[in-house]
């Protein structure tokens, strides 16, 4: 089971810093566990691990397994938490070079998360003569970057298969009944999968958001829902005992002493697209109304050598969580060199982990008297079920936090100027006076 550890927290927290909190944190496990907080009406999430459509995840399965058998590409068509799930747990799990691996699964790309022409074209040109299938992901449906990057690929693969074949070969996710990408889908006969009216965005990856494309690459998701669903149990306990508990009440106590960001990271490149999903899971839940821990993520070693000046040695105003995940599957041992010449003959049968592991205590001993204090977040390996165990983790935490901060979790008010600015901009009907006015300042 995922656990908790705060290292040397009494240099920077009383000893009473978790205690002190248990009136609000019962208050917010009250808000999660009964739906009695702001933003009550998104919080299918909680209980998604067990409850979740049995007959539309047979769908899933089945959908993936002919992803699988007719297409060697798929192209993944979304933005934030319509992607950034399913691309953290495909890294993770199958790796970062998932694509250039040998293999009986689909490359998969992702597109729609940006609006760059260069990117959009390689992608074209990568898949090229490849069979292809498309899995296009919108909860709202009209999000701008996917809703254009599928008008390309769309006409790519109706191109290429015609009208009727190109048909089977789009999954379309997305709200049950509203949004044009739903209108679109019915009208045309595409395969759809539902993200849930109750289930916001970034808390979405173990819904079809995620899962489609994930099974596409083969990986387990059976023992992903499994992983989550048994620390949806652990998480039921209104205790300090329950890790999530933990982990909100460590990272709400620095906040209020002075450390507003907080930077995940971990010891493995697999990681990366994980740390991009959380920080979209706690910036856009904690960060309104003046408010919230700003979310920032580094990669072992290699940000040692970068950011790891700063992290020692400048502004005191940010704390760490590391995830850590045991032993690596492969034992690389230093090979001998009778010369020596690199000096390195004391690492000679040290294993690659034995090194990591000494960088990381090393790190842990140096930032933490650098006055960066350190969570750390361990879990038992890196099994799609531990993996599972994590994401639930660190979405009822999430939750947890956002009430501790008294703000409302699952909106995302903020995301909406950008949007706005951009409608008028491009001259989108109904905006004209905000083009006016916004083309006068430019
Ligand atoms: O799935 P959609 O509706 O395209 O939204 C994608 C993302 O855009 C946002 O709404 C913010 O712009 C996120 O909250 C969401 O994850």
Known sequence: MLTVKAFQMDSFLPATYATDLLPQMEIAQGHLQNGTGAGNDFIGWVTLPQDYDKAEFARIQASAAKIRSDSKALVVIGIGGSYLG?????????????????????????????????????????????????????????????????????????????????????????????????????????????????????????????????????????????????MMETCKDGSLANPAWQYAALRFALYTAGKPIEVLGAYDPAFRFMTEWWKQLYGESEGKDGKGIFPASVEFTADLHSMGQYIQDGCRIMFETMVRMGASKAEKLVPLDEADGDGLNFLAGKSMDFIRDKAMEGTLLAHTTGKVPNIIVQMDGKTPYDLGQMIYFFEYACGISGYLLDVNPFDQPGVEAYKKNMFALLGKPGYEELRAELEAQL
């Open 86 to 230: 399913a691309r953290g747990v495909i890294d993770f799990l199958c790796s970062p070079n998932y694509n250039l691996k040998k293999k009986d699964t689909p490359n998969i790309y992702y597109m729609g998360n940006g609006l760059d022409a260069d990117a959009m074209e390689e992608v074209m040109e990568l898949i090229g003569d490849d069979d292809f299938s498309i899995n296009v992901i919108s909860k709202s449906g009209t999000t701008t970057e996917p809703a254009v990057a599928f008008r390309f690929f769309r006409k790519m693969l109706q191109d290429k298969y015609g009208a009727e074949e190109a048909k089977g070969r789009i999954y379309a996710t997305t709200d049950k009944a509203r949004g044009a990408l739903k209108s679109l889908a019915d009208s045309q006969g595409w395969e759809t999968f539902v993200v849930p009216d109750d289930v916001g965005g970034r808390y979405s990856v173990l819904t079809a958001v995620g899962l489609l494309p994930i099974a596409a690459t083969g990986v387990n998701i059976e023992d992903l829902m499994a992983g989550a669903a048994s």
